[in-house]
């Protein structure tokens, strides 16, 4: 196995899943900058309600981005790790100024809905692979998101 990587696995496929896991560690990182703007910034009726809830989702934003990165050097290479290479790389965008309850809400399952579809594309790759471990991240990720979007839209929903 010549062109295996320590953990056993084709370094072409290895450097491919990482370019996509650093696609991926960029949107998560303007993410977590969005929910800790929306954390910070909400007012209103619901402002209890979203404050705790921002909270607790960029915590674990902040889970997967270390995730993230050390599958990235796993499989052998560096994480992207400068603001401006996230904002070249993201297609989530910064958020300013939101205080709008609705408004972050369905900022939020924007966001989701580009982490799904890169966490399915990264997940089609390591199954081609072979690559379990990430392989299992992403399809932990995208079970958990899943669920997150069927809440926050219901959320948005009027009565």
């Given at each position: 196995?010549?062109?295996?990587?320590?953990?056993?696995?084709?370094?072409?496929?290895?450097?491919?899943?990482?370019?996509?896991?650093?696609?991926?560690?960029?949107?998560?990182?303007?993410?977590?900058?969005?929910?800790?703007?929306f954390?910070?910034?909400?007012?209103?009726?619901?402002f209890?309600?979203?404050h705790?809830?921002?909270?607790?989702?960029?915590?674990?934003v902040?889970?997967?981005?270390?995730?993230?990165?050390?599958?990235?050097?796993?499989?052998?290479?560096?994480?992207?790790?400068?603001?401006?290479?996230?904002?070249?790389?993201?297609?989530?965008?910064?958020?300013?100024?939101?205080?709008?309850?609705?408004?972050?809400?369905?900022?939020?399952?924007?966001?989701?809905?580009?982490?799904?579809?890169?966490?399915r594309?990264?997940?089609?790759?390591?199954?081609?692979?072979?690559?379990?471990?990430?392989?299992?991240?992403?399809?932990?990720?995208?079970?958990?998101?899943?669920?997150?979007?069927?809440?926050?839209?219901?959320?948005?929903?009027?009565?």
């Amino acid at each position: 196995m010549e062109k295996a990587s320590l953990i056993g696995l084709d370094l072409r496929q290895s450097q491919i899943l990482s370019e996509e896991l650093n696609i991926l560690l960029a949107n998560y990182q303007l993410f977590y900058m969005n929910l800790r703007g929306f954390h910070w910034n909400i007012k209103g009726e619901k402002f209890f309600e979203l404050h705790a809830k921002f909270e607790e989702l960029y915590n674990d934003v902040q889970l997967k981005i270390d995730e993230i990165a050390e599958r990235i050097l796993t499989l052998g290479f560096v994480p992207e790790h400068t603001f401006s290479d996230y904002q070249k790389k993201s297609e989530i965008k910064e958020a300013k100024n939101v205080i709008e309850g609705t408004e972050a809400v369905s900022l939020i399952l924007q966001a989701f809905k580009i982490l799904l579809v890169e966490e399915r594309k990264i997940l089609k790759i390591a199954s081609e692979a072979e690559d379990e471990g990430t392989n299992s991240l992403m399809s932990d990720y995208i079970k958990q998101k899943e669920k997150q979007v069927w809440m926050f839209s219901a959320y948005l929903q009027k009565k």
